[in-house]
């Protein structure tokens, strides 16, 4: 099935570090959207993004909005412990609610 | 404020079996997605469901099945269970409304293994 592209594919990072993870698409999206997955539970919502160039903000968390419509970025400052898990990149075309989901970003982070 | 509950978590089931998931959206939400997720994969559209109608549908065989109940409660049947069959299905909810900005919002899974 149709996936996103997602990078990278895994990271392995120090407890207080900033991370950057991105997403690109060979067509438009409309809306994009960044979920978290721990093991045995289903994805979490961390930002939905609605705009070409928009930048939002939860808490440690960033995301952008790609200009192109093609592409999505998410920061997380300051890493902790908790932030270990996959995390996945979503959007949706134009008319329509079908998620298309990335490939996954499995962050592991150290004390 | 209950979020979406899927049952049931477990399920073992053998090559040719029918099995039927279910699932309880949101509060307040009315629209159901199913979604198929393999091991190390992203999750994969199945269908969606409002109204109790098949509104839109992923590239899935026909025997991939769902209803939607007036209390917008739904499920997803799955007949003549193959191997690959076996994954996390997840149902994610949301409101259909006139306003596109409805992000969806997922359930923890059934887990369904095929032997």
């Known amino acids: 099935g149709q996936q996103l592209n997602q990078s990278p594919q895994s990271m392995f990072i120090q407890e207080g570090e900033d991370v950057s993870m991105n997403c690109t698409s060979s067509s438009i999206f409309n809306t994009w959207l960044w979920y978290k997955q721990d093991p045995g539970e289903g994805p979490v919502l961390l930002i939905a993004?609605?705009?070409?160039?928009e930048l939002t903000s939860n808490g440690r968390l960033t995301a952008q909005f790609g200009i192109t419509r093609k592409d999505s970025f998410l920061n997380i400052s300051a890493s902790i412990p908790s932030d270990v898990g996959i995390y996945f990149c979503a959007g949706t075309s134009y008319n329509t609610d079908k998620l298309i989901f990335g490939t996954g970003t499995r962050l592991q982070v150290f004390p | 404020d209950a979020g979406v509950t899927q049952s049931p978590t477990h399920l073992i089931k053998t090559r040719g079996q029918q099995v039927t998931l279910r699932c309880s959206p949101k509060s307040g939400h009315d629209t159901v997605s199913w979604y198929q997720q393999a091991l190390g994969q992203g999750p994969q559209f199945i269908f969606q469901y409002y109204e109790e109608e098949e509104r839109q549908r992923g590239n899935f065989p026909d025997r991939f099945s769902g209803h939607q109940f007036p209390n917008y409660s739904s499920e997803l049947n799955v007949n003549a269970l193959l191997l690959g069959d076996s994954a996390l299905y997840l149902c994610a909810s949301s409101w259909w409304g006139t306003d596109d900005n409805q992000p969806q919002h997922f359930g923890d899974g059934t887990r369904l293994s095929i032997l």
């Open positions: 993004l609605y705009k070409a160039g």
